[in-house]
C-alpha cells in the first residue's frame, strides 16, 4: 500500500502526536511503500518566526529519524521543496466548495485564535492537505483524530476531480489507532494536546526527566480518588490511564485494578518513570543525530528527489486530464 503522512514543523512534538501519527507510520513502514513528509508549507497560515523555521524543520527531521523511520524504507522529505503540492492545491481548489472548507473544526479554532490575521491560507488549508496526499496515489494516511474531517473532505475533493475529469486519483483510507486517537492535554483534560498551546500542556516527546515528573505530577485531575477509566466524569485520570496503557501494554482495566485504592499520587508516580523510562532512547538517538547535519541534508535531499518522481507522474495526467499543458 501506498501510504502518505506528514506533522506541521510548529511546536515541539509531543505524546499525542507520537501515538496518534508517528507510533502507526513506524509500523507501516514494514511492509508498505511510506512517504512521510514534513508539512511546512501549512504552518505558514499562523504567525511564524522566519529566522528559526529552517531550524524547526530540521528539528522535526530529526523527530522523524530518532523515533525509527528509516530512510532506506521510507520517504522523508519537506513539502515546499516539491513544488507539485502547491501547483496540485490550486487546481484542486476549484472542485473544492467554500462552505466545506468554512465547516472545517480546526478552520473555526484558528480562525478564532487567530482572529486579528485570518488569511485565505487558514481556510485553504485542507485543500493543500488534499493535494499532498492526492498527488502521491494514496491509499491510506496515518493521522490522529483531529485530522479525520481533512482526510473525508480529501477523498471528496478526490472524488469530485475523478468525476468531473475522468479517474485520476485513488481515494485514500483513513487509519486511526485504535488507542491513542486523540491524547487530551495535561492542564485542560477536555481539549486535545496541542503544540501550539502551553508546554504545561503537552509532553514532549524529548521532554527531560524532572520536567516529565514535573508535569505529570501537577497534570490535572477530576475530584475523587479513584483510578477509574470514565472520559466523560473523569476526563484527566482517563487520559492518564490512557497515557499509561499504551506504553506499557497493559489493558486499562489491569492498571486500574493494579491501583486500586492507591490514590493519584502513586498512579502518577508510577506513570512518570514508565514515561521517562519509554522516551529515554528517544532522547539519545535525537542527541546523536544533532551533530549530523550534512547526514540529515542527504536524507530529505534523497527523499525530496523520489517524491518527485510520483508527484510528477500523478501531475502530468492531472495537467492531460484538465485540458493543461504544452500547446
Ligand atoms: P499536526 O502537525 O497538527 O499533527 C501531526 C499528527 O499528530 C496527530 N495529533 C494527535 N494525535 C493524538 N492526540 C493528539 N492530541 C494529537 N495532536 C496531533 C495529528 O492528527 C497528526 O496526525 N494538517 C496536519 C498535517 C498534514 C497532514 C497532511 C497529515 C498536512 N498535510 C497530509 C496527513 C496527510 C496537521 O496539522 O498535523
Redesign the pocket.
Known sequence: MRI?????P?GEIHI??Y???LKQWLQLQEKNECVF?I?DL?SITVPYQTSTFKKRILEKAITYLAVGLDPKKTIIFVQSQVPEHTELSWLLSTVTSIGDLLRMTQYKEKSKKYKKQINAGLLN?PI??AA??LLYQTEA?P?????AQ?IELTREIGRRFNQKFGQTFKIPKTFLPKK?????SLTEPEK????TDSPQSCIFLFEKPKMIRKKIITAQTDSGKEIKYNPSSKPGISNLLTIYSIFSDIPIAKIEKEFKGKGYKIFKEKLAELLIEKLEPFRRKKKELENQQALLEKILEDGKKRAQIIASQTMKKVRKNMGLGKI
Not at 502518505?4 to 506541521?8: A, E, N, W
Not at 486535545?192 to 503544540?195: D, E, I, N, R, W
Open positions: 502518505f503522512s506528514g506533522i506541521q510548529s499525542g502526536n501515538l496518534g501519527a513528509c508539512v501549512h488549508y493543500l492537505m499532498d496526499i494516511v493521522v490522529g483524530k483531529d485530522q481533512h491513542g486517537a486523540k491524547i487530551m486535545k494536546m496541542s503544540k
